[in-house]
């Protein structure tokens, strides 16, 4: 009697197995691969404790604003120097060259995400408030946290995007959106943008409700992975966003449809900084561009000093751009695309990864640059001049990040989280 059981179920699992084979021939090319997805196929959403806010907004996004200007403005006359108040030990292992996350910082305290996969919030005593690991990317985090009243958001370098709670760190919700997410998210009208990784390799801009993490709209494949960051085009109802196919395309806030793209020679690895009409970013064929936001016309291609991947800062007016190229840093004046300054990074011997922040205060803009390996120097912005040099012990490839009279600088090594004030 057992037997004949025995029989009767394998029948049954052949006929389950047959049925499944059958179901996935239409999805087999003719040599019997499995066919490409020609769309971004949505991930479901694992909802835990959601946030009671229905209107959200930023309080701390990834170049300081949605716009990714690079750009804050303080009411202080002049830039006096920064001062080490403390600093935050083992954060980041160099494990993966990509550039590293840039610390979030709101009223609340500052919020770190690594390449060791842990995401920490303090306060700005320097206490340790909570932290949350995200154990299933061997890479961690290089992705900027972005907060807002109460929430942080993020995604890891396995592909997942996770909203948490501010105060706790318990996770809101959390989905599967691609194989890595190296993107750092804007929010706008209570939505999140972000670009998403595929392998083979290919990417798509996500867009999806930050309150509940439900998917909105994505983008077609791009075609290649989109490391660099989308930015918030809002006078022309769009989305910036590069890629490694070499293009910065303008996405449709509304659906996600291209509207223009304009053909670079190389990979774009870091976020469109906007001003006015203007989009500026630099690419790996070594020029900074200016295009017209509009109409995706180029207006000038600067020829930097090689390969770049920093991120352009813009200063209050619009009139300054501040770059990094390959081993140099650079002072653009942006209607005409003229070098007013540049100086040499000192030891650097491989491209630069770091991006430039400049701080407007109401007599003096100031630049912060990485100026040596492991020094990054606060120049006057118009003159050039250095006004302080900040030595470091490890590498730095993010961004400095001010916030309220505080500098942070998230290094690669043992200095860990550099904390300091003027």
């Known amino acids: 009697m057992m037997k004949y059981a025995f029989v009767l179920y394998s029948v049954i699992v052949l006929i389950f197995l047959a049925r499944a084979e059958i179901k996935t021939w239409s999805m087999l090319d003719s040599d019997l691969r499995l066919q490409k997805p020609k769309d971004p196929v949505q991930s479901e959403v694992l909802q835990y404790q959601l946030s009671a806010e229905e209107k959200k907004e930023s309080s701390s996004t990834y170049r300081r604003d949605s716009r990714r200007s690079g750009h804050h403005e303080v009411e202080a006359a002049q830039f006096t120097p920064f001062q080490i108040l403390w600093q935050v030990a083992e954060v980041n292992n160099g494990i993966h060259r990509a550039s590293k996350s840039s610390p979030a910082a709101d009223d609340q305290g500052f919020y770190i995400a ?156 870091c976020a469109a900084a906007l001003s006015g009409a203007n989009a500026y970013f630099t690419s790996w064929d070594g020029f900074l561009y200016s295009l017209n936001t509009t109409t995706g016309l180029l207006q000038f291609r600067l020829p930097l000093d090689g390969s770049a991947m920093s991120c352009p800062s813009i200063n209050k007016d619009g009139t300054l751009i501040a770059v990094t190229g390959f081993n140099r840093n650079f002072v653009v004046h942006g209607p005409s695309g003229k070098v007013l300054w540049s100086s040499e990074i000192k030891g650097l011997k491989s491209r630069a990864q770091s991006s430039p922040l400049i701080i407007s205060y109401a007599h003096q803009e100031v630049a912060v640059f990485l100026c040596e390996e492991k020094a990054l120097c606060v120049h006057d912005l118009h003159s050039g001049k250095v006004l302080q040099e900040i030595k470091m012990e490890s590498a730095f490839s993010g961004s400095p990040v001010y916030f309220k009279n505080h500098l942070l600088i998230s290094t690669s090594g043992k200095d860990g989280l550099l904390v300091l004030k003027n």
């Open 114 to 269: 690594d390449d060791t996969g842990f995401l920490r919030t303090y306060d700005w005593q320097g206490r340790l408030r909570w932290q949350f690991y995200s154990g299933v990317s061997p890479r961690g985090m290089h992705s900027t946290p972005l907060t807002d009243k109460d929430s942080v958001y993020m995604g890891d370098y396995a592909g997942y995007l996770y909203s948490l709670n501010k105060e706790n760190g318990k996770i809101r919700w959390i989905t599967k959106a691609g194989t890595t997410v190296g993107s750092s998210p804007f929010m706008h009208n209570g939505l999140l943008y972000v670009g998403i990784e595929l392998p083979e390799p290919n990417g798509f801009l996500l867009a999806l409700e930050a309150r509940t993490g439900k998917w909105v709209w994505t983008s077609p494949l791009i075609g290649n992975h989109p490391h660099s960051s989308p930015t918030l085009d809002i006078s022309n109802a769009q989305i910036l966003m590069g890629s490694n196919t070499g293009a910065l395309v303008a996405y449709d806030l509304k659906d996600g449809k291209p509207k223009w793209s304009f053909a670079t020679n190389d990979d774009i690895k």
